[in-house]
């Protein structure tokens, strides 16, 4: 287990948590949300003790996982890179079919916003490309939009 | 002064060790 996530770091906290509601559902995604995490936690501040505690921690049980595991996604970063694009853009299509069928609620947005954070997430194999950076946009925005009519009462148009 | 050039290296030491060892994390 992790230790408490240092203040400075909460930038990374809801990869963190797609990596832990993905750990039995698909261990790729858990792998490369929490390598995404690793890498920007480490951008943000890689000098503090407690940072430094928090990303060795990370980096043990990310060493453990590749070694263990014969997964060919975790081992081959281009078969890892298709494997999180297919499911990221699996997820926007079902938050995308939903939205275009009128069909709004917290399921739809959570999937917006799951998705906005898988394509981020993809940033860990280089830039992104120019469709994945619109779709991560549209994700976030729908996301948003959705999520404040709801919370207002509004029919999402 | 001397103190401070240390633990200063010594913080660099240890920043580089947690990049090498992400190099390292991706190439295994």
């Not at chain 1, 990221?88 to 709004?104: I, T």
């Not at chain 1, 860990?124 to 729908?142: M, T």
């Not at chain 2, 633990?7 to 295994?28: C, F, I, P």
Request: hydrophobic share 35%; with cysteine; proline share 4%.
């Amino acid at each position: 287990s992790l230790p408490p996530l240092p203040p400075q770091l909460k930038a990374i906290q809801h990869y963190l948590k797609t990596a832990t509601e993905h750990d039995k559902r698909d261990p790729v995604v858990s792998y490369y949300c929490r390598l995404y995490a690793l890498q920007n936690g480490m951008e943000i501040d890689k000098k503090s003790p407690e940072c430094r505690v928090f990303h060795v921690t990370l980096m043990d049980y990310l060493e453990k996982v590749k070694k263990e595991t014969d997964s060919e996604a975790v081992h081959n970063e281009v078969v890892g890179q298709a494997h999180m694009e297919n499911y990221a853009l699996k997820v926007f299509l079902y938050a995308d079919n939903e939205d275009r069928a009128s069909r709004f609620n917290k399921n739809v947005v959570k999937s917006f916003y799951t998705a906005g954070m898988l394509f981020d997430t993809l940033s860990v194999f280089g830039e992104l490309s120019e469709d994945i950076e619109k779709n991560r946009k549209y994700a976030k925005w729908k996301a948003a939009y959705i999520h404040r009519c709801l919370k207002n009462g509004e029919t999402p148009v | 002064p001397s103190t401070v050039g240390q633990s200063t290296a010594a913080a660099s030491g240890e920043q580089d060790e947690l990049s090498q060892r992400l190099a390292k994390l991706r190439q295994m």
